[in-house]
């Protein structure tokens, strides 16, 4: 049998099923906490589909933290007026009521009026970046900041028990097999989980809400576009249901086409010159208008959540926990903040400075909100699968995308019990169970306090530092303590709630473990241990 084209090592601490973006979100967290992992994805390379085209506001600042965040910006950039949704009996006579461009023009939510005072409380914002362009940037990342990833790999089978995983690994060009170790499996290998359906993990959720084909083409409609940049056109005909996306508003567009097993029909319904037929009529674009079909993929609409996203040493993290419909733009980005939740209580209890109790937490934080962004894209979808404008400017809170949630666990050391609850921590203000609050540091507004979040506990004084200096030092864990300048110190103050004295303590993941007040000052040390689920 063949060699390996490059030996695979005999353990790893963790291993990651998946290269999308939850997997390669994955391994940039397990880097900057210097964890070593081996990352395998079956596909030869990152996803050549566009899929996901957005990422949010707590997912830019993840990216953010991990010094990425422009880049993917910047390869988004075409796509980044890609706002609104239209309707009508073409694409044509839709854009032609749209007023032309205009100075005034929106170009992305959180310029609204209504969400102003939302997007002032991140240092970032949504933005559009499809996922084929996505991808391959957080892989170079991955690359070049020294990770193991295997692309053409696949996990054949797996086993565990209380001292690790064992695993069958396939490289798929030449279909030699290895045999591996690892302390614990991360599974982010999409909807249909191989991993999922092998640990027979129960779901929730509404189920199927159609089936679709998905029609990626290029066709040149930049003029046509021009000025008057949509996201979404939407077609019901009583023979046509569809969807269509635009990619790069230009030339690069997918069609969702809505189709019927049920009455008995199949994909080989629809050959191409049916569909390219069907794609004139959606674009009202004349005959002679150049169009190129390059894939046709059938899907699944769903919503799914697991149960339980923890099974012993393995965990379920994106689309693997948690599947969706498209039009809460939640897909991807559950998935980012699902690993960069994980990441450091791997490290921390890998490294043998936490509990393995801590892991059980990643279960209590997370699986409420990937199920309630799944069961929200499900509630966004009308009784033909479309999306419905009303209820998505209903939701508009919820998809910005700020992380206005409050985690409740044993990571976090707050007053009284209950669940993870989602829509619940508006605004921001330094809660135990949410996000550490943002705020500028510079008058040029380039420096953010999330800025001081790189994977590590901080200790954040509301006035001087010096007494929670020493404290810290003592901690088997020590925080890093930040003072913030004096002249921020009042803002700071009322933003928190927070007197001269007093301090949070924030979490490896930029969550407030906890409220100190100046009591507290000599039992931070038990604090963290309690955390860390000692």
């Given at each position: 049998?063949?060699?390996?084209?490059?030996?695979?090592?005999?353990?790893?601490?963790?291993?990651?099923?998946?290269?999308?973006f939850a997997g390669l979100t994955a391994a940039l967290c397990l880097q900057q906490q210097g964890l070593d992992y081996l990352l395998l994805e079956r596909h030869p390379s990152t996803s050549i589909l566009p899929k996901a085209r957005s990422l949010d506001v707590r997912s830019l600042e993840i990216f953010r933290e991990l010094g990425l965040a422009e880049a993917l910006r910047d390869a988004g950039r075409p796509l980044a007026p890609a706002w609104g949704i239209l309707r009508g009996a073409s694409l044509a006579e839709a854009l032609a009521t749209q007023p032309p461009a205009n100075p005034a023009r929106l170009t992305s939510p959180g310029q609204q009026a209504a969400f102003q005072a939302l997007a002032a409380q991140s240092p970032e914002t949504t933005i559009r970046c499809t996922q084929d362009l996505a991808e391959p940037v957080l892989r170079q990342a991955a690359e070049a900041r020294g990770g193991d990833l295997r692309f053409g790999y696949e996990l054949v089978r797996f086993a565990q028990d209380a001292s690790g995983v064992a695993a069958t690994v396939r490289h798929?060009?030449?279909?030699?097999?290895?045999?591996?170790?690892?302390?614990?499996?991360?599974?982010?290998?999409?909807?249909?989980?191989?991993?999922?359906?092998?640990?027979?993990?129960?779901?929730?959720?509404?189920?199927?809400?159609?089936?679709?084909?998905?029609?990626?083409?290029?066709?040149?409609?930049?003029?046509?576009?021009?000025?008057?940049?949509?996201?979404?056109?939407?077609?019901?005909?009583?023979?046509?249901?569809?969807?269509?996306?635009?990619?790069?508003?230009?030339?690069?567009?997918?069609?969702?086409?809505?189709?019927?097993?049920?009455?008995?029909?199949?994909?080989?319904?629809?050959?191409?010159?049916?569909?390219?037929?069907?794609?004139?009529?959606?674009?009202?674009?004349?005959?002679?208008?150049?169009?190129?079909?390059?894939?046709?993929?059938?899907?699944?609409?769903?919503?799914?959540?697991?149960?339980?996203?923890?099974?012993?040493?393995?965990?379920?993290?994106?689309?693997?926990?948690?599947?969706?419909?498209?039009?809460?733009?939640?897909?991807?980005?559950?998935?980012?903040?699902?690993?960069?939740?994980?990441?450091?209580?791997?490290?921390?209890?890998?490294?043998?400075?936490?509990?393995?109790?801590?892991?059980?937490?990643?279960?209590?934080?997370?699986?409420?909100?990937?199920?309630?962004?799944?069961?929200?894209?499900?509630?966004?979808?009308?009784?033909?699968?479309?999306?419905?404008?009303?209820?998505?400017?209903?939701?508009?809170?919820?998809?910005?995308?700020?992380?206005?949630?409050?985690?409740?666990?044993?990571?976090?050391?707050?007053?009284?019990?209950?669940?993870?609850?989602?829509?619940?921590?508006?605004?921001?203000?330094?809660?135990?169970?949410?996000?550490?609050?943002?705020?500028?540091?510079?008058?040029?507004?380039?420096?953010?306090?999330?800025?001081?979040?790189?994977?590590?506990?901080?200790?954040?004084?509301?006035?001087?530092?010096?007494?929670?200096?020493?404290?810290?030092?003592?901690?088997?864990?020590?925080?890093?303590?930040?003072?913030?300048?004096?002249?921020?110190?009042?803002?700071?103050?009322?933003?928190?709630?927070?007197?001269?004295?007093?301090?949070?303590?924030?979490?490896?993941?930029?969550?407030?473990?906890?409220?100190?007040?100046?009591?507290?000052?000599?039992?931070?040390?038990?604090?963290?241990?309690?955390?860390?689920?000692?």
């Amino acid at each position: 049998m063949p060699d390996f084209p490059a030996p695979l090592p005999p353990h790893v601490p963790v291993l990651i099923v998946g290269g999308g973006f939850a997997g390669l979100t994955a391994a940039l967290c397990l880097q900057q906490q210097g964890l070593d992992y081996l990352l395998l994805e079956r596909h030869p390379s990152t996803s050549i589909l566009p899929k996901a085209r957005s990422l949010d506001v707590r997912s830019l600042e993840i990216f953010r933290e991990l010094g990425l965040a422009e880049a993917l910006r910047d390869a988004g950039r075409p796509l980044a007026p890609a706002w609104g949704i239209l309707r009508g009996a073409s694409l044509a006579e839709a854009l032609a009521t749209q007023p032309p461009a205009n100075p005034a023009r929106l170009t992305s939510p959180g310029q609204q009026a209504a969400f102003q005072a939302l997007a002032a409380q991140s240092p970032e914002t949504t933005i559009r970046c499809t996922q084929d362009l996505a991808e391959p940037v957080l892989r170079q990342a991955a690359e070049a900041r020294g990770g193991d990833l295997r692309f053409g790999y696949e996990l054949v089978r797996f086993a565990q028990d209380a001292s690790g995983v064992a695993a069958t690994v396939r490289h798929r060009a030449t279909g030699a097999e290895h045999q591996l170790t690892a302390d614990y499996l991360l599974a982010a290998d999409g909807a249909n989980s191989p991993v999922r359906r092998a640990l027979s993990v129960p779901t929730t959720g509404r189920g199927s809400l159609g089936h679709y084909l998905n029609v990626y083409f290029t066709a040149d409609l930049a003029e046509l576009v021009r000025g008057r940049e949509f996201s979404m056109f939407l077609l019901r005909e009583p023979d046509v249901t569809c969807f269509l996306l635009t990619i790069n508003n230009a030339d690069r567009w997918a069609l969702h086409l809505r189709y019927y097993p049920e009455l008995g029909q199949t994909p080989a319904d629809f050959p191409e010159p049916v569909l390219l037929t069907l794609l004139r009529r959606v674009l009202g674009t004349p005959p002679e208008q150049p169009l190129r079909i390059l894939s046709v993929l059938p899907w699944e609409m769903t919503v799914r959540s697991v149960e339980q996203e923890q099974v012993g040493r393995v965990f379920l993290a994106g689309d693997a926990a948690h599947t969706m419909t498209p039009y809460a733009g939640k897909g991807a980005a559950a998935g980012v903040q699902d690993v960069h939740n994980l990441a450091w209580k791997l490290a921390a209890v890998l490294r043998h400075q936490a509990s393995p109790v801590l892991l059980a937490t990643y279960q209590a934080e997370r699986q409420p909100i990937g199920q309630f962004y799944a069961d929200l894209s499900g509630d966004m979808a009308d009784a033909d699968g479309l999306i419905d404008p009303t209820k998505m400017q209903a939701h508009g809170p919820q998809l910005l995308g700020l992380p206005d949630y409050t985690y409740r666990s044993t990571a976090i050391l707050a007053a009284g019990g209950g669940p993870t609850t989602p829509a619940s921590a508006l605004p921001l203000a330094g809660q135990p169970g949410t996000r550490l609050p943002h705020l500028w540091l510079d008058e040029a507004h380039q420096v953010s306090t999330l800025d001081w979040c790189r994977g590590q506990w901080l200790l954040v004084a509301s006035g001087e530092a010096g007494p929670w200096l020493a404290t810290a030092a003592a901690a088997t864990l020590p925080p890093l303590v930040h003072e913030l300048p004096s002249t921020a110190r009042p803002a700071w103050q009322q933003l928190t709630g927070t007197q001269p004295g007093e301090a949070l303590l924030v979490r490896p993941d930029g969550f407030v473990a906890a409220r100190l007040g100046a009591g507290d000052v000599a039992g931070v040390p038990g604090l963290l241990r309690a955390a860390l689920g000692w």
